[in-house]
């Protein structure tokens, strides 16, 4: 008879604890984002679309040997006497093959870096074209694609801003 | 010795563009793991007491419905009285025409009751789970979801499926909804507040809430599905089960009151003790509370709720008998679901919580209306409905009979017997 009672009186208690701790989770506020409207900021060794600075950047093609993926090329500027410079005439990447592994980040040998993830994680991809992002001089960071059907360069439809650019390492 | 030359003003570092955002440093910007480090922030609290405003609006809002029309009802009827009078019409047809104001108002009670309380339970549930629920629809804290959703299941397409026995699939639905909005008749909205005074009220609800499980168990058959038809029998089993305590625990209440007849049963719970107690039943001590607890985890097991959800059980029969229902169908089963939450909360209230009783006996508590303390209770009440059922993990289906047969019921005999001693020795 004891036992019975304590046993009844046990998972009655089980049960009113149970019900306090739901209570006081339902009075927290909740840890979930309203994600449009609220935006988490990612952790600063976040790796997001790839960036680029053509100004910075002296051509040295390591970036393109380090990619596994291979998805990186580029074209070194010529100057007006017929010889080669330390710049690139173009440089792109494809997004369709890129895997964001930061290797091309690791091995570009400028201060600060010319290539670099950048904390941007909305990229979105409206056609194939727009997959491969072409850089050249006095384009912005995020690039432009070339547009096939159209022969120009336009700027990224899918990635509407780049809400977040870290400070570039050295 | 010349002067040291003056050091060269060092040239102001190149503000950082790359970093900025909306003028806000990237150093100053705080990190996820900062975000979380603080649950309790003011934005938080800010939005709990919002959601606080909206409940009580929509007690307010809900309760104005049935109050502030009740005001007018006599004045109604002594109108429609005069005018058949002087044009020579027959009072039946007066009273008939009354009768079907007070269905439609009873009736909208419970159309209205099925969008505000699917609301409210999602937002419950959200926020038990750590989340926000709906947000967007109407504007303040996704109060339209409701009405979005019956939108869709409006134009859902209604599916019958091949193998089901088409009338009685049809059917089912009806016969789970009508009897549960029979059932509201002679529920007290507050004091004397009722669309039919029934001597024998007590047992009108209860007879008629029991014929719903014939709709279920129909609806489980005609499906042609055996995860229908095994929803529909385990829904039988234990609705048929938990009927017997939950109207045993109502005994002792009606003992104390000495009538079915819920407004007497409400009246006898006024009045209070040492002027401040109210002498509601579920004060009275150990019976009262052993027949509030029976009371409630068998209205809860009647309504199909989660500890005792096993005609649905979404993770052992893919829903129970409202598989193969879609559209308004499928509504028809949840409406009545959640009508009959109502109707238990409202029970409870009557019961146990002294109907449209003040809870203390001073100024501005009494001068509450009695509708508004009754929709308060009941509110509340049905705020435990979802509280339990976002608790508790469901159980199995011996676990259930077990509990039902060999503890709830001998418990709720044993009551019966003490509240026999209590009129014999202490109520007299």
Not at chain 2, 139 to 166: M, N, R, S, V, Y
Not at chain 2, 319 to 341: I, N
Not at chain 2, 408 to 413: A, G, K, T, Y
């Amino acid at each position: 008879m004891i036992g019975y009672f304590s046993k009844v009186y046990k998972v009655a208690a089980a049960l009113v604890t149970g019900h306090l701790i739901t209570l006081k989770y339902m009075l927290k506020p909740s840890i979930t984002i309203h994600y449009p409207t609220e935006k988490l900021t990612p952790y600063e060794r976040f790796r997001g679309a790839l960036t680029f600075d053509a100004a910075t950047c002296i051509s040295c093609s390591m970036c393109v040997k380090a990619c596994p993926s291979n998805c990186i090329a580029l074209e070194n500027a010529v100057s007006e006497a017929g010889k080669k410079v330390a710049k690139v005439a173009w440089y792109s990447i494809d997004f369709g093959k890129c895997n964001f592994c930061r290797l091309c980040e690791e091995s570009c040998p400028t201060k600060p870096k010319s290539v670099w993830h950048s904390l941007d994680y909305e990229v979105v991809f409206a056609s194939r074209d727009e997959m491969v992002r072409c850089w050249k001089k006095d384009f912005p960071f995020i690039g432009k694609y070339f547009d096939r059907r159209t022969q120009d360069f336009k700027d990224p439809e899918g990635q509407v801003c780049i809400h977040e650019v870290p400070p570039r390492r050295s | 010795m010349t002067a040291p030359k003056p050091a060269p003003a060092k040239a102001p570092l190149p503000e950082p563009v790359l970093n900025r955002k909306n003028g806000i440093l990237m150093a100053d910007r705080r990190w996820p793991t900062d975000q979380w480090a603080h649950p309790w922030s003011l934005p938080g609290y800010r939005n709990g007491a919002l959601m606080l405003a909206g409940i009580i609006l929509g007690i307010l809002g809900g309760g104005a419905l049935i109050g502030e029309l009740s005001k007018w009802g006599d004045k109604l009827y002594a109108l429609m009285a005069a005018f058949a009078t002087a044009k020579g019409i027959s009072t039946v047809a007066v009273d008939a025409v009354w009768v079907a104001i007070k269905v439609l108002i009873v009736l909208h009670v419970i159309l209205v009751n099925g969008l505000w309380s699917i609301w409210w339970e999602r937002k419950i549930s959200a926020h038990i789970q750590s989340r926000v629920g709906p947000t967007y629809a109407g504007g303040f804290h996704g109060w339209a979801q409701t009405i979005c959703d019956g939108i869709k299941l409006f134009l859902k397409e209604d599916i019958t499926p091949a193998a089901a026995d088409h009338w009685v699939h049809a059917l089912a639905p009806a016969i789970v909804i009508a009897p549960c909005i029979a059932a509201f008749a002679p529920v007290l909205f507050g004091t004397d507040l009722a669309a039919a005074r029934l001597d024998v009220g007590t047992l009108y609800v209860f007879a008629f809430a029991g014929i719903s499980v014939i709709g279920v168990v129909m609806a489980g058959w005609a499906s042609g599905n055996k995860y229908s038809l095994l929803g529909g029998l385990r829904a039988a089993a234990q609705i048929v089960s938990y009927e017997l305590p939950r109207g045993f625990s109502v005994v002792p209440v009606i003992m104390f009151a000495g009538s079915l007849d819920l407004s007497v049963i409400a009246d006898a719970q006024s009045g209070y003790w040492w002027g401040v107690a109210p002498r509601w039943f579920v004060f009275y001590p150990v019976v009262g509370q052993v027949a509030f607890l029976i009371f409630l985890i068998a209205s809860i097991a009647e309504t199909n709720r989660t500890p005792f959800d096993i005609p649905e059980a979404e993770s052992e029969l893919v829903g129970g008998f409202h598989t193969e229902y879609s559209g308004m169908k499928w509504s028809v089963f949840f409406l009545a679901e959640y009508a009959y939450v109502l109707l238990a909360s409202f029970l409870l209230a009557t019961f146990f919580l002294g109907g449209g009783g003040s809870p203390l006996p001073w100024a501005p508590f009494t001068l509450v209306p009695s509708w508004i303390w009754m929709l308060s209770k009941a509110m509340f009440m049905m705020f435990v409905f979802l509280w339990v059922r976002w608790t508790l993990p469901r159980l199995r289906v011996d676990q259930l009979m077990d509990f039902n047969w060999k503890f709830l019921l001998p418990w709720s005999f044993a009551n019966i017997a003490v509240a026999g001693l209590y009129l014999a020795f202490w109520l007299k």
